[in-house]
DNA sequence: TTCTTTTTGGATAATCATTCTCTAAACATG
DNA sequence: CATGTTTAGAGAATGATTATCCAAAAAGAA
């Protein structure tokens, strides 16, 4: 079983178990977040399921998408008035986000992020509950392609 | 001078830098936003300005919160479609944000962070320009409240 | 199976923070 | 003082997100 097929399951297991309908729409935007490299936003989703579904709508995607949040199923990433959809890795990680191409690319298995949050809760005696770590910059790729420009 | 007299000087100095006029609106919320101790946002600037000033607009608190964002004076901690504004410490820094009393909190000092941002570069060779570190959960004294009640 | 009851999905309408537009006022210059 | 030009700011517009409400689907009784 792949790692998208997984995920899928995953899904589809806590949507029934929450007694929820799962109608030929909600499939299908269950598998779509699961086989979703980036991190699509509700417009991204909602265009790209129009193709094969085109009676559905937006508020069918947010909708959804809040049941799945709630399950801990999708990770949500708030940004300027624009929501982009995590529904691989649900947990909390940063993000890096490339100002030259837009990529929203992963940025988990940084080690250094405990100490972070250690040192925040002992500070501060701040208890952590979630976070949202967004990094700003160029990415990899766009970096090699201005150096070899 | 105290701080806020100094922050309020280098608000005025880039306003006038940039030839904008120095109306009583903007002088207002330059005054207003470097005395703030919390973290505003847009609305609250509005309310707070609008007791001595009647005839101010939201646009107005927009617009000039715009320029000082260009200029590099003020802060802008992006919330889900509600942004708060720092005009005392303009560079990015982490924030903690109570979900018992609301409160923004200022969470420069940690050591670590230095450490985080070199690893990000390292391993996903991503070169940072910005970012914004924002941590949810139960600030100090909501924690002692709940303890000692 | 068929009728009734109840719940839930989803399309449309509404909301609200933020931005755009356009008019009028302020400033500079002759 | 007049004239031209720029900019402030009020109200209209925008766009992502949420609430409402009708219809369709499931469940249960006969």
Same mark, same amino acid.
């Given at each position: ?49 129009? &193709? ?7 508020? &069918?995607?947010?909708? &959804?998408? &809040? ?83």
């Amino acid at each position: 079983m792949t790692d998208s097929e997984i995920r899928y399951q995953s899904l589809l297991h806590k949507l029934q178990q929450r007694g929820c309908r799962l109608t030929s729409h909600r499939l299908a935007l269950a598998r779509l977040l699961s086989i979703s490299e980036g991190h699509p936003n509700a417009s991204q989703l909602y265009e790209t399921l129009r &193709t094969q579904f085109p009676t559905i709508s937006l508020a &069918t995607i947010y909708k &959804t998408l &809040t049941l799945l949040k709630e399950e801990g199923e999708v990770l949500e990433i708030d940004l300027h008035s624009d929501s982009h959809y995590d529904g691989n890795k649900p947990y909390p990680h940063p993000h890096l986000i490339c100002s030259r191409c837009g990529a929203i690319l992963d940025g988990d298995s940084v080690r250094s992020l405990t100490a972070l949050n250690q040192e925040i809760e002992q500070t501060y005696g701040f208890h952590i509950s979630r976070y949202q770590l967004v990094f700003y910059g160029v990415c990899q790729s766009c970096l090699q392609a201005e150096r070899s420009a």
